[in-house]
């Protein structure tokens, strides 16, 4: 069902209850998204496709890191369980400068249009975007289709990308299968691009067609249906970078995930200058194409190795914020009551306000919290 975006209560404790049955339902997510199903809200809208609640053992272990000779080490670890209680919906592609530009002709994303290096805009990744340009494409793309889109955080990002697995890469743990899965640092990149200084950067012996950025879907789709989540281009996250006590210090000595949220939400109380990114680029060699591998950057930074990935939520926008109104215990309407029943017994007006309803019955308090313009979200309590 849908619920009203436009909807607003007078004021506080005066006004009063929908059914419970509104509440129930506005906290499901909508008939028919399962696993698998691919939404696109618009035309110009990233598809998306449903992933499915589950558990999945975040990082790597030191057998695994010890063999690279580079890459992450510490902080991949301790690997530990991260639970994703309801399924999402997640970009199937990398945002494409032609997802990007709709932005930017539709008025959003600053009139910011980044550069593509030559080449070529279209289904290509956008690229020259940092953290807080991807964040003012998911606000513009929430508001221009009224579901809740963000940025992954970065446990669902590796949720995603692991698709079930528990190899180094998504394909397994052979190397030479890269090349029919991303876009990464091939023998046609070392052919084209100067020699890197690291010692321990080893090229991957296939080839993938592309030195630097490939059309969105070029290789083939994860156990999720998701593209090019490695290589092609890093992926902005929401998370905070995080190293022991923030400071900035080599994370092979650290178990850097101790305390890290178990329940799929970012972690943003780390050096929240930096923000995480994943996968990897066309830049990158193997041992950075794996799944567990981590990666920081500064927000500010542009880079023609960056972009990102959209997350949609199904189950309604989280409040940007709530204000908390006296518990209001009477003046109940009926479970099963309508809007218009509510407008009409409370004198309701057309106007944003921030109401909060507490429904006392048969033992169960429900709280239903609406923001201005927001579907509402709901918590049950005791
Ligand atoms: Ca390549
Ligand atoms: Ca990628």
Redesign the pocket.
Known sequence: MTIPTRLAWSRGCTVMVLGLFLVLLSGLPAAGQEAGEVIQDCEACPVVIVVPAGTFLMGSPESETALSGEGGQGSERPQHEVTFAAPFAVGRY?VTFAEWDACVEAGGCGGYRPGDEGWGRGSR?VINVDWHDAKAYVEWLSDHTGESYRLLSESEWEYVARAGSETRWYWGDAPSDQCRH?NGHDLDAAAALPPSPNPHRRTTQCSDGYVYTAPAGTYEANGFGVY????????WTEDCFRTPGDVPVPAAQFNVYDGAPDDGSAWTDGLCESRVW????WGSTQVNLRSAARFFAESVTRRSNA?F?VARDLLGREPKSVTLLPPCVDHFLPDGSSVAQAETQFGVEQQDSFPVVHKRGDGTMVEVVRVASQPWSARAGP
């Open positions: 990398e990744p991303a090019d989540l490695v290589g092609n281009v890093f992926e994943r996968g990897g680029s972009g990935r």
